[in-house]
């Protein structure tokens, strides 16, 4: 399934300041039980979401008007806990295109790259920069560059690099899940398959 192609996102952000997000917190284990990659956005943060009589916490960010955008900012070791592929659905699903943070989860860094959303991992430092603009000005924009692997404060032009696999690069840029990269290349697979020796 081709997911959106990523190239350069400029968006305002989402602040979740808390350490050691795990995948429960993120979609809690009584919503896996679906298999297609939809609907799990309404149930992102769920128990931080909602009352148990599923009425709205307004202290909740995703909860409060005051913050939105395409980017949800998270605290260090975000996508920690369980393997579960359906965290980064959740993210996806929300309407989130990246997540930034000072660590991330190795599985859950995959599952987002594997669905189209991009992990951008800053430096502590540059963390607590981004948390402080928004604290100062909700709207304030980050802009994440996927080509040149940058991302900028805009109200202040102050910008940190980060690392991703070259492989998931050129997937995210196309829009590419697995299965479509190897479609893409078919006949170059076909072209060297006819020409080993049998």
């Known amino acids: 399934m081709a997911y959106d192609k990523f190239n350069i996102l400029t968006s305002s952000a989402v ?13 809690p284990a009584r919503f896996l039980k679906a298999t297609k990659r ?3 956005g309404d149930n ?18 995703l909860n409060d008007s005051t913050y939105s955008g395409k980017i949800l900012v998270g ?18 699903d929300y309407g989130f295109r990246a997540v930034v943070s000072s ?7 995959g599952n987002c790259l594997n669905i189209g959303v991009l ?10 920069k981004i948390f402080a603009a928004i604290e100062a000005d909700p709207k304030t924009e980050l802009e994440i560059n ?47 398959a006819n020409k080993l020796p049998y």
């Open 15 to 27: 602040p979740l300041p808390i350490e050691n997000v795990d995948t429960d917190q993120i979609i």
């Open 38 to 40: 939809e609907g799990f």
């Open 44 to 61: 992102l943060f769920r128990d931080w979401r909602y009352n148990g009589d599923d009425t709205p916490k307004a202290d909740f960010v």
């Open 75 to 92: 605290g260090k070791n975000f996508g920690s806990g369980s393997s579960r592929e359906h965290a980064a659905w959740a993210v996806y």
């Open 103 to 109: 660590f991330f989860a190795d599985i859950f860094k």
């Open 119 to 128: 992990p951008v991992q800053v430096s502590p430092e540059f963390s607590d």
């Open 146 to 192: 996927l080509p040149e692997q940058t991302i900028t404060l805009k109200a202040t032009g102050e910008k940190e690099s980060f690392d991703i696999n070259g492989y998931k690069k050129n997937n995210m840029i196309n829009g590419f899940d697995d299965i479509d990269y190897l479609q893409n290349i078919k006949e170059e697979i076909v072209d060297f």
